[in-house]
């Protein structure tokens, strides 16, 4: 196992993820993580950021060799403000480009969020929905105040 691969494998054992788990949260599949973590192949360079936030560590740790153990690190602050929307009622702004028709001016709330993703849920006329969508498509978020 190289350098890389160990502290993959490390650190997605120490947050309980099997192999699968982690797969699906990086869109591949279970036999490329397997391929990191054994050193016969390595992840795409766009990938390494993704790899990182999932398993809360720098893209230094996972890269440089000569670091052995990643420090915790102080949380970045749109992560902060992010988790900090969990559990509220929001209104979504997103990217032209990036629309989520159903979140489009409605307001949900944010179930939870999770590196580069967040789940919303929402009350619409066609009723109750869930989804996970990518941080990056949301241009802000507006809190609301709860209503009484």
């Given amino acids: ?29 279970r036999q490329t993580v397997c391929r990191w973590e054994a050193g016969t192949a390595m992840p795409d360079i766009e990938k390494i950021g993704e790899i990182a936030d999932i398993l809360g560590v720098s893209c230094d740790y996972l890269l440089k060799d000569d670091v052995v153990e990643e420090q915790p690190s102080v949380e970045r602050g ?10 509220k009622r929001v209104k979504l702004a997103f990217f032209d480009e990036e629309a989520d ?5 409605t307001d949900c709330r944010v ?15 066609k009723g109750h929905i869930e989804k996970l969508i990518p941080v990056s ?12």
């Fill in 1 to 29: 196992m190289n350098e890389l691969g160990s502290k993959i494998a490390k650190k997605r054992k120490d947050l309980g993820l099997t192999q699968t788990e982690f797969a699906e949260k990086m869109f591949v599949t």
């Fill in 78 to 87: 749109v992560s902060r403000l992010l988790k900090s929307a969990a559990g």
């Fill in 101 to 105: 028709i159903d979140l489009y001016n």
């Fill in 111 to 125: 179930i939870d969020f999770e590196g580069n993703w967040m789940k919303v849920s929402a009350e619409l006329k």
């Fill in 137 to 148: 498509s949301v241009r802000s978020i507006e809190i609301l105040k709860e209503e009484d």
